[in-house]
């Protein structure tokens, strides 16, 4: 059999964990020796971390965390209460991540993360694993203070059974190394349990606990000197592979143990990440935590929707993402707490319709609360999963505006002189449909800009993913503006002899719109300024071609755009109609129109509506960025000419990750 | 397809190449004693582990659509291109499982090579479209992908054993029986020359 395909092959550990005790590879104590017991416990907390940070990147706790003998028999170290303390505690958080994970169901290629096949991931002592975690802090900690003391008065030798060995020189450095490192897991599992607390009550408190967790992993890497200094140089790894802070390689662990276990699991050992690599997994992940934090358990969808692209733009791993989706969908409700028939009539602004029970139950509002429901979870997938995703939810988004469509027909027709009561439900009809357009189009533009994320466009497709993406943009626009409208009408209604406080909000709300709206159009000027520069670059100055082997521009479109057209998103929109708006394009058209320019009038006014919204105000920065190097470059093409045979343009993501920047040179 | 199809090629065809180097010699796969040549220069040089049923499954059912290249001075197998084809989701497809080129003879065209006549016998064939996963990383095979109009069809996150991620690569044929475009008005469907010798 091809070693490659079987792991059996590789012999390099033991046939079953009793034999490898016996073989004297996990002894309890660590060492008789108590400097070295402590040592050695260290490099396996380290060790242990490392493997934990290589479990969350995408691998089995049965090739990683689970390859520690002391972890997978924990009877043994009972007598052993650093080493017990951590063990339990480490095990209880692993287990309480999984569920997390498990209830946010991973997909395909993260699969591999919630497989425990039979390891003991559960004990009847586990809830008791802080109380057991405090008391050994407890002591150390105090050890730690009397070393200090000791340091002051210039004593020798260490009193009390409490030392954690026996050389009173560096004492005062191992209670330091250690405290951090306990803290550090007691933090964290207090993260863990408080992000778990249903409708976001732990939040708070979560993110005290991640500041605790970030300042002991300082701690951690402070302690790395000290460790390696103690350290027997000859056992140390190298650099490139040393998964502890001392470099010495861990007792306690054979990675080959669980192979019997991990039918499903790929045959190969895992490459285990370096100590400085976990600490830095864990830093990251404990950012993208305190972003979840942060979130305002806002009731409002957009924000919520805008919250989470946010939050992906820093590329979260599986563990945060899991994390938000189980905190924005609990038991079918926003947070747990808002039904979603209610955050859509919020979203309809029709503050009259929450709670009323005709509505809840109408057939597409249910049908649309799953939909939502659905893109909440798509939206906390990894990128390339959450595109496929995305794209096959159009159909579904498509399929019930096309209902709402027909229904409104059937209902209302064209009759005048509706009774009130028609009056409004004609208008909760229509706000609906308008809405459920809106949405469709969100989420096709975002299957689009994902594309550019994702890497999956050519330089020789972005004039018609440009071209496609300004269509889009423009539908989106429209859709929100009769959503405004339609609101303000309601609003009109209802405010005949309100209070002015309600005004303001409306014209907040107001603005609001009006410069999302805004932000929208320069995604529009710039899509179709670049899509124009390419076919221009195309049909003038021979570049950009696309290769015509085997097949032509017209599959590739169809390829591409291929999940839209089925949708009909939007209607009446084919190759043809790309194909003859790209061949009519030319620089001329491009200096007349100079979408970049009409960029550059809007920004200033829309910095002013974005004052307080640091996120936006970033981008506008970039798409400031672009707008002015892509108009500099068209100025540049147009006086050489662009048909000069020297003249190399390129488009590179230099300043914004969807929109390009032309890059003109002269050969 | 273009009704005026050139005759498929004799089994062995000579490509000199233009810069002088060694001649390659094109062969379609011929029998088992091929499949050891197969086998090595896979096992070689890419980083999925196959077992021998796997090539079998291939080069048993499909060997019209393996080809191999060889040094024609030294008599060596320098490349090769191991498909299938079938029915999937009510299309058939084609999907390109190995490609392969011996390192001190890239950059010569030969990979393009061997997929292209893979690819043609495909399309002769009656397959609709052509896929293949590749590596993210793998620049070369993205370029050769594109330059014959492969299209990123999607993102595979951490596809392979050491965690990159993939693209899936799809080639779609065009199709005789898609809407004409508005005759009327005077458009040329074939505007764009498909210029290769292939069609």
Same mark, same amino acid.
């Given at each position: 059999?091809?070693?490659?395909?079987?792991?059996?092959?590789?012999?390099?550990?033991?046939?079953?964990?009793?034999?490898?005790?016996?073989?004297?590879?996990?002894?309890?104590?660590?060492?008789?020796?108590?400097?070295?017991?402590?040592?050695?416990?260290?490099?396996?907390?380290?060790?242990?971390?490392? @493997?934990?940070?290589?479990?969350?990147?995408?691998?089995?706790?049965?090739?990683?965390?689970?390859? @520690?003998?002391?972890?997978?028999?924990?009877?043994?170290?009972?007598?052993?209460?650093?080493?017990?303390?951590?063990?339990?505690?480490?095990?209880?958080?692993?287990?309480?991540?999984?569920?997390?994970?498990?209830?946010?169901?991973?997909?395909?290629?993260?699969?591999?993360?919630?497989?425990?096949?039979?390891?003991?991931?559960?004990?009847?002592?586990?809830?008791?694993?802080?109380?057991?975690?405090?008391?050994?802090?407890?002591?150390?900690?105090?050890?730690?203070?009397?070393?200090?003391?000791?340091?002051?008065?210039?004593?020798?030798?260490?009193?009390?059974?409490?030392?954690?060995?026996?050389?009173?020189?560096?004492?005062?450095?191992?209670?330091?190394?250690?405290?951090?490192?306990?803290?550090?897991?007691?933090?964290?599992?207090?993260?863990?349990?408080?992000?778990?607390?249903?409708?976001?009550?732990?939040?708070?408190?979560?993110?005290?606990?991640?500041?605790? @967790?970030?300042?002991?992993?300082?701690?951690?890497?402070?302690?790395?000197?000290?460790?390696?200094?103690?350290?027997?140089?000859?056992?140390?790894?190298?650099?490139?592979?040393?998964?502890?802070?001392?470099?010495?390689?861990?007792?306690?662990?054979?990675?080959?143990?669980?192979?019997?276990?991990?039918?499903?699991?790929?045959?190969?050992?895992?490459?285990?990440?370096?100590?400085?690599?976990?600490?830095?997994?864990?830093?990251?992940?404990?950012?993208?935590?305190?972003?979840?934090?942060?979130?305002?358990?806002?009731?409002?969808?957009?924000?919520?929707?805008?919250?989470?692209?946010?939050?992906?733009?820093?590329?979260?791993?599986?563990?945060?993402?899991?994390?938000?989706?189980?905190?924005?969908?609990?038991?079918?409700?926003?947070?747990?707490?808002?039904?979603?028939?209610?955050?859509?009539?919020?979203?309809?602004?029709?503050?009259?319709?929450?709670?009323?029970?005709?509505?809840?139950?109408?057939?597409?509002?249910?049908?649309?609360?799953?939909?939502?429901?659905?893109?909440?979870?798509?939206?906390?997938?990894?990128?390339?999963?959450?595109?496929?995703?995305?794209?096959?939810?159009?159909?579904?988004?498509?399929?019930?505006?096309?209902?709402?469509?027909?229904?409104?027909?059937?209902?209302?027709?064209?009759?005048?002189?509706?009774?009130?009561?028609?009056?409004?439900?004609?208008?909760?009809?229509?706000?609906?449909?308008?809405?459920?357009?809106?949405?469709?189009?969100?989420?096709?533009?975002?299957?689009?800009?994902?594309?550019?994320?994702?890497?999956?466009?050519?330089?020789?497709?972005?004039?018609?993913?440009?071209?496609?993406?300004?269509?889009?943009?423009?539908?989106?626009?429209?859709?929100?503006?009769?959503?405004?409208?339609?609101?303000?009408?309601?609003?009109?209604?209802?405010?005949?002899?309100?209070?002015?406080?309600?005004?303001?909000?409306?014209?907040?709300?107001?603005?609001?719109?009006?410069?999302?709206?805004?932000?929208?159009?320069?995604?529009?000027?710039?899509?179709?300024?670049?899509?124009?520069?390419?076919?221009?670059?195309?049909?003038?100055?021979?570049?950009?071609?696309?290769?015509?082997?085997?097949?032509?521009?017209?599959?590739?479109?169809?390829?591409?755009?291929?999940?839209?057209?089925?949708?009909?998103?939007?209607?009446?929109?084919?190759?043809?109609?790309?194909?003859?708006?790209?061949?009519?394009?030319?620089?001329?058209?491009?200096?007349?129109?100079?979408?970049?320019?009409?960029?550059?009038?809007?920004?200033?006014?829309?910095?002013?509506?974005?004052?307080?919204?640091?996120?936006?105000?970033?981008?506008?920065?970039?798409?400031?960025?672009?707008?002015?190097?892509?108009?500099?470059?068209?100025?540049?093409?147009?006086?050489?000419?662009?048909?000069?045979?020297?003249?190399?343009?390129?488009?590179?993501?230099?300043?914004?990750?969807?929109?390009?920047?032309?890059?003109?040179?002269?050969? | 397809?273009?009704?005026?199809?050139?005759?498929?090629?004799?089994?062995?065809?000579?490509?000199?190449?233009?810069?002088?180097?060694?001649?390659?010699?094109?062969?379609?796969?011929?029998?088992?004693?091929?499949?050891?040549?197969?086998?090595?220069?896979?096992?070689?040089?890419?980083?999925?582990?196959?077992?021998?049923?796997?090539?079998?499954?291939?080069?048993?059912?499909?060997?019209?659509?393996?080809?191999?290249?060889?040094?024609?001075?030294?008599?060596?197998?320098?490349?090769?291109?191991?498909?299938?084809?079938?029915?999937?989701?009510?299309?058939?497809?084609?999907?390109?499982?190995?490609?392969?080129?011996?390192?001190?003879?890239?950059?010569?065209?030969?990979?393009?090579?061997?997929?292209?006549?893979?690819?043609?016998?495909?399309?002769?064939?009656?397959?609709?479209?052509?896929?293949?996963?590749?590596?993210?990383?793998?620049?070369?095979?993205?370029?050769?992908?594109?330059?014959?109009?492969?299209?990123?069809?999607?993102?595979?996150?951490?596809?392979?054993?050491?965690?990159?991620?993939?693209?899936?690569?799809?080639?779609?044929?065009?199709?005789?029986?898609?809407?004409?475009?508005?005759?009327?008005?005077?458009?040329?469907?074939?505007?764009?020359?498909?210029?290769?010798?292939?069609?």
């Amino acid at each position: 059999m091809d070693p490659k395909m079987d792991s059996g092959i590789e012999r390099s550990g033991y046939y079953s964990i009793e034999e490898a005790i016996e073989d004297g590879i996990a002894p309890v104590p660590l060492s008789l020796d108590r400097t070295l017991d402590i040592q050695r416990t260290l490099d396996v907390i380290d060790h242990l971390f490392s @493997c934990e940070a290589t479990w969350h990147k995408g691998h089995t706790l049965a090739q990683t965390v689970f390859t @520690c003998i002391y972890l997978m028999k924990m009877e043994r170290i009972s007598s052993h209460a650093v080493l017990n303390s951590f063990c339990r505690i480490l095990r209880a958080t692993c287990n309480a991540v999984v569920a997390v994970v498990s209830t946010a169901r991973t997909h395909e290629e993260e699969d591999l993360f919630t497989m425990s096949f039979g390891l003991p991931l559960k004990d009847e002592g586990d809830d008791k694993c802080l109380s057991v975690l405090n008391s050994v802090e407890e002591t150390v900690s105090r050890q730690l203070r009397a070393c200090k003391s000791h340091a002051l008065s210039k004593r020798k030798t260490l009193e009390g059974l409490e030392s954690l060995q026996d050389n009173p020189d560096v004492e005062e450095g191992y209670c330091r190394a250690l405290l951090c490192r306990l803290r550090f897991r007691k933090h964290f599992h207090h993260v863990v349990t408080c992000l778990r607390r249903p409708h976001g009550r732990g939040l708070d408190l979560a993110r005290k606990h991640v500041a605790s @967790c970030l300042s002991e992993l300082s701690l951690m890497l402070k302690s790395q000197e000290f460790l390696k200094s103690q350290s027997n140089i000859t056992l140390q790894q190298g650099d490139e592979s040393c998964t502890t802070a001392s470099g010495c390689r861990p007792f306690g662990f054979d990675v080959s143990l669980n192979s019997r276990l991990m039918s499903a699991a790929p045959p190969r050992a895992v490459k285990i990440l370096t100590w400085s690599d976990a600490l830095g997994y864990f830093e990251k992940l404990l950012r993208d935590l305190d972003v979840i934090c942060s979130l305002s358990l806002d009731p409002v969808l957009e924000n919520v929707l805008h919250f989470i692209a946010q939050f992906q733009k820093s590329v979260p791993d599986l563990v945060p993402r899991a994390f938000l989706q189980t905190l924005l969908v609990q038991d079918g409700k926003l947070y747990g707490r808002d039904l979603f028939c209610d955050v859509i009539s919020r979203a309809l602004s029709l503050p009259d319709i929450i709670g009323d029970k005709e509505f809840q139950m109408n057939e597409f509002v249910v049908q649309l609360g799953q939909l939502v429901i659905n893109l909440l979870k798509i939206l906390c997938t990894n990128t390339a999963w959450q595109r496929r995703k995305l794209g096959k939810s159009l159909q579904d988004w498509s399929t019930i505006s096309i209902q709402l469509e027909l229904a409104l027909k059937r209902e209302f027709g064209e009759t005048r002189n509706v009774l009130d009561h028609e009056n409004m439900c004609m208008r909760v009809s229509k706000q609906l449909l308008v809405w459920t357009q809106e949405q469709t189009y969100w989420v096709a533009s975002r299957f689009l800009i994902l594309g550019f994320e994702l890497d999956l466009y050519s330089p020789s497709e972005y004039c018609m993913v440009y071209w496609y993406m300004h269509v889009v943009f423009i539908k989106l626009i429209e859709k929100m503006q009769l959503r405004i409208l339609a609101s303000n009408e309601n609003g009109s209604a209802r405010r005949k002899g309100k209070k002015k406080k309600d005004h303001s909000k409306d014209s907040a709300r107001d603005a609001a719109f009006s410069s999302s709206c805004l932000l929208l159009q320069c995604y529009v000027l710039l899509s179709e300024g670049l899509s124009m520069l390419l076919a221009v670059l195309r049909n003038e100055g021979k570049s950009f071609l696309l290769p015509t082997i085997f097949n032509t521009e017209q599959e590739r479109f169809l390829q591409h755009f291929d999940l839209l057209q089925k949708a009909r998103i939007p209607e009446h929109i084919t190759y043809y109609s790309f194909k003859e708006s790209a061949a009519q394009a030319h620089m001329a058209d491009v200096m007349k129109y100079n979408f970049f320019k009409e960029i550059q009038k809007i920004i200033p006014s829309l910095k002013g509506s974005f004052a307080s919204e640091p996120e936006k105000l970033a981008e506008l920065r970039q798409i400031e960025q672009v707008a002015e190097h892509n108009r500099i470059a068209l100025n540049i093409i147009n006086s050489v000419g662009v048909g000069d045979p020297s003249l190399r343009v390129s488009f590179e993501f230099t300043h914004h990750p969807h929109f390009a920047v032309a890059v003109v040179k002269r050969s | 397809m273009s009704a005026a199809v050139m005759p498929a090629a004799a089994p062995t065809e000579r490509v000199e190449s233009s810069s002088g180097e060694a001649e390659i010699a094109y062969v379609s796969y011929g029998g088992e004693q091929h499949l050891p040549l197969v086998m090595s220069l896979v096992d070689a040089e890419l980083s999925e582990p196959y077992s021998i049923f796997t090539y079998r499954y291939f080069v048993y059912l499909w060997p019209q659509l393996t080809f191999l290249a060889f040094d024609a001075k030294e008599g060596k197998c320098v490349g090769t291109v191991v498909c299938k084809m079938g029915e999937h989701r009510g299309a058939f497809r084609g999907y390109i499982a190995m490609l392969v080129v011996l390192k001190a003879y890239r950059g010569r065209g030969i990979a393009t090579e061997l997929v292209t006549r893979s690819i043609r016998v495909m399309m002769e064939s009656g397959c609709e479209e052509v896929t293949l996963e590749a590596e993210v990383t793998n620049k070369g095979a993205l370029a050769l992908y594109g330059r014959l109009g492969f299209i990123r069809a999607k993102r595979l996150y951490r596809y392979y054993l050491n965690g990159v991620d993939a693209f899936r690569l799809k080639l779609l044929f065009p199709r005789l029986d898609l809407g004409l475009p508005p005759m009327m008005m005077g458009d040329e469907r074939d505007d764009q020359l498909i210029d290769s010798p292939y069609l």
